[in-house]
């Protein structure tokens, strides 16, 4: 909207005709819609910003920039409302306080530390060119300026408040170019200097014509005061607030380009035109003159030479001073200095920031076995990965030895810097090619959390190099925090999902199959496949530990795909084999069955193994299928068509109502366990009540939890059409749940045949 009505403006200036008395209305009205734009998303800009040193600059550009509207609002009704015209008058307080009020804005922007040599130079720079530019205001405005307010000192004083605000303006633009903030990127920088670079040659064109009484309102001229509030409103829109995309702030020199040292280059060059244009060539000849022009170009391009080798030296000096010779990552000379930064800067922010001390284990025998030279490769090597895997928002510093540094700027929560400790971890323990040896080391992490376990660069340092002996006496090759109650809580759960991670591809899942037994019968019409963990470093891990942590990770996709073809391979060799009419059913997560692509997987997956969709169950939970239940009944009727079989899992334990089961393409309930182990009394009803609901809704009904013979008693009494339990047949492993169909099935039976023939089971012994 802003670049549209700078548009609308020039366009006006361009091809209105000539100026007349309601061009010159239009002309002054136009002002205001523009400048307020730009004071509005001024504003905007401070409401955003983070740090209150920026919130402070944009509310003072905001004023400076609302200032200059009152003042142009003021101006139109004295002017054309009430036809008087008047000098001094309410107006020009408003236009005065426009540019201090941007000055004081972008004062108050954060600048990087400078030498008082440094600070010097710069304010050299600023007076030789404010002198220049007055010299230029002297000779074309300031002395008409003078004589026409021959005893007015008010009104003199008022008149030439006005090119002292416009080298204040010129002081402010120089300043800004050769110390620049670092809170301002470098577009906003760019944005903001050629706003007031504009308004600078605008203010000084205005006053030339202003003194030989030449200056129109409604000309092309005007479109410079609109053009500067266009770039401010423009920087404004752009700014990107602290702790964002920091690595485009101004403040930062790539020593790659030689743009840092334009600003200089500019001051050179209008110091040169100043002094050709204030020599007289009357007093020289031609050949003098020449001369004179040949000896400045000289000193001109000896003085380029000598910035840009002066600006080469000190770029190379300080990535010396700043970085190891050795690794490339930076050294610990200004560490405390640059991590108090981070620290300073997440205390303000109200975020979270962590430091991780890695010290790598066995260095020394390395350096002992193959010698300092591998050493010092093997060196160069760790710190390359601990740069590609912590990435560039975050830095790393090379303490010392075979210690280093990595600052994490930004954390959304704790586990985030345990799970970068652990890749850091992972990316060392893989084997090192150093030219013809293959070697491999581990290293131990300690982590500390700011401002949780420090608030201070020092403190932080001194506390994650704690944590980390305490991972050295742990055993090497782990992480700890620095906090012994984050330990307590945090390490075992973070140690399970860093363990779960990968699990799939480093094949430590294993599925057991438990078998589903006609209750009626006594015969296995099937197995429900459940998956297992077995970690190498854990153990066996309980699917109700890492199953929510999976879904809540995001995991589940792919261990459901897995999961889901294993099951249906093992149930085709079943059915080839000896089994030739049991069925199998998969457990699948809700966040699996909300997937877009899910029943493309199903689909796909029965192609692939060459089997009939009638022997699969998929089980879902209550829960899950409720949730979403427009959307769940799409893809339920999809795998209806395609001939799956759907069982309500854990039924019972959701808030689903009749209406809702009524209109879901299922074809099995089952029972939660928890009433099944609890039998008697109101839950014995409750189940008679889910069966004689199941089949009258045309559906089986599975009771899983069996684990003595007067459940399986009383349930069968009941009318359950499948068990399922410890009782029934325990899960096992393939090849074992299927030579145990025979036993299983007769013992079964056995137990049906005591049920009918109460008096035989007293007589029969256990």
Not at 369 to 374: A, E, I, L, N, R
Request: glycine residues 6%; hydrophobic residues 50%.
């Amino acid at each position: 909207m802003l670049l549209v009505l700078m548009g609308l403006h020039l366009v006006f200036l361009l091809w209105s005709g000539a100026v007349t008395p309601w061009r010159s209305v239009v002309a002054d009205l136009s002002y205001l819609p523009v400048f307020a734009v730009s004071a509005f998303l001024a504003w905007d800009a401070a409401r955003h910003s983070r740090r209150s040193s920026e919130q402070r600059a944009w509310r003072w550009i905001a004023a400076g920039l609302s200032s200059w509207w009152v003042a142009t609002a003021v101006y139109f009704l004295l002017d054309n409302v009430f036809h008087q015209t008047l000098f001094p008058s309410l107006s020009d307080v408003f236009y005065l306080a426009a540019l201090p009020c941007i000055t004081l804005g972008l004062l108050h922007l954060r600048r990087e530390k400078r030498s008082v040599l440094n600070r010097l130079n710069v304010l050299l720079d600023v007076m030789m060119v404010v002198l220049m530019i007055g010299d230029l205001l002297w000779s074309t405005s300031i002395h008409f300026t003078i004589a026409s307010y021959p005893g007015q000192p008010f009104a003199l004083t008022v008149a030439l408040a006005y090119p002292a605000a416009d080298l204040l303006l010129c002081a402010l633009l120089v300043t800004l170019a050769l110390w620049q903030p670092t809170a301002l990127a470098r577009r906003e920088l760019l944005l903001l200097s050629a706003g007031m670079a504009s308004f600078l040659a605008t203010n000084v064109i205005y006053a030339h014509q202003v003194g030989l009484n030449t200056y129109r309102s409604g000309t092309l001229l005007d479109a410079g005061w609109t053009l500067m509030a266009t770039l401010f409103g423009l920087a404004a829109a752009l700014h990107t607030p602290s702790g964002h995309g920091a690595a485009t702030r101004a403040g930062r020199v790539d020593p790659e380009h030689w743009t840092p040292l334009s600003p200089h280059y500019a001051v050179l060059l209008i110091f040169t035109l100043y002094i050709y244009t204030h020599l007289n060539p009357l007093r020289l000849d031609w050949v003098g003159h020449r001369i004179l022009v040949l000896v400045i170009g000289l000193f001109i391009i000896r003085l380029t030479v000598v910035l840009t080798h002066n600006h080469a030296l000190q770029v190379r000096l300080a990535h010396q001073a700043d970085h190891d010779p050795l690794t490339g990552v930076r050294n610990r000379g200004n560490l405390e200095g640059r991590l108090q930064r981070v620290v300073e800067s997440a205390l303000e922010e109200d975020r979270l920031t962590a430091v991780l001390f890695v010290d790598l284990d066995r260095m020394k025998l390395v350096n002992d076995t193959f010698g300092h030279p591998v050493g010092d490769l093997v060196l160069r090597e760790v710190a390359a990965r601990l740069t590609a895997a912590a990435g560039p928002d975050n830095s790393v510093i090379r303490f010392g030895g075979d210690e280093f540094v990595v600052v994490l700027q930004t954390l959304q929560a704790f586990p985030d810097a345990a799970s970068m400790a652990q890749k850091l971890l992972d990316t060392l323990v893989q084997p090192f090619q150093i030219v013809e040896e293959t070697l491999n080391l581990t290293a131990s992490i300690g982590v500390a959390l700011i401002p949780n376990d420090a608030i201070t660069a020092t403190n932080a340092i001194e506390r994650a190099d704690q944590a980390m002996y305490e991972a050295k006496q742990a055993g090497k090759n782990r992480w700890r925090f620095a906090s012994a109650d984050l330990n307590a809580l945090h390490v075992p759960q973070a140690n399970i999902e860093v363990q779960l991670r990968g699990a799939l591809e480093r094949g430590e899942f294993v599925m057991y199959y438990q078998p589903l037994v006609d209750m009626q019968t006594g015969t296995v019409v099937g197995f429900e496949a459940l998956l297992r963990w077995v970690s190498p470093s854990l153990g066996l891990v309980s699917p109700a530990v890492f199953v929510p942590m999976a879904e809540a990770r995001e995991m589940m996709g792919g261990i459901g795909r897995w999961v889901l073809r294993t099951a249906l391979r093992e149930a085709k060799t079943w059915r080839d084999g000896d089994l030739p009419d049991v069925g199998v059913s998969v457990n699948v997560s809700a966040t699996q069955f909300e997937t877009p692509d899910f029943v493309s997987d199903v689909r796909q997956a029965l192609e692939d193994c060459d089997l009939n969709p009638a022997c699969l169950t998929l089980e879902l939970t209550e829960s899950a299928v409720v949730a979403n239940a427009t959307t769940a009944r799409v893809t339920l009727q999809e795998l209806k068509a395609l001939g799956v079989h759907i069982a309500l899992d854990d039924f019972g334990m959701g808030f689903s109502s009749l209406g809702q089961l009524r209109g879901l393409p299922v074809n099995t309930l089952k029972i939660d366990r928890v009433f099944v182990q609890e039998s008697h009394g109101d839950n014995a009803a409750f189940i008679q009540a889910i069966v004689t609901l199941g089949h009258s809704l045309g559906l089986s009904v599975v009771a899983e939890g069996i684990e003595d013979p007067q459940m399986l008693r009383q349930l069968r009494a009941q009318g359950c059409d499948i068990g399922q339990g410890f009782y029934v047949g325990r899960p096992l492993a393939s090849g074992e749940a299927v030579r145990a169909v025979p036993a299983l099935e007769q013992q079964v039976r056995i137990d049906f045949a005591r049920m009918a023939n109460p008096g035989e089971a007293q007589d029969t012994p256990s």
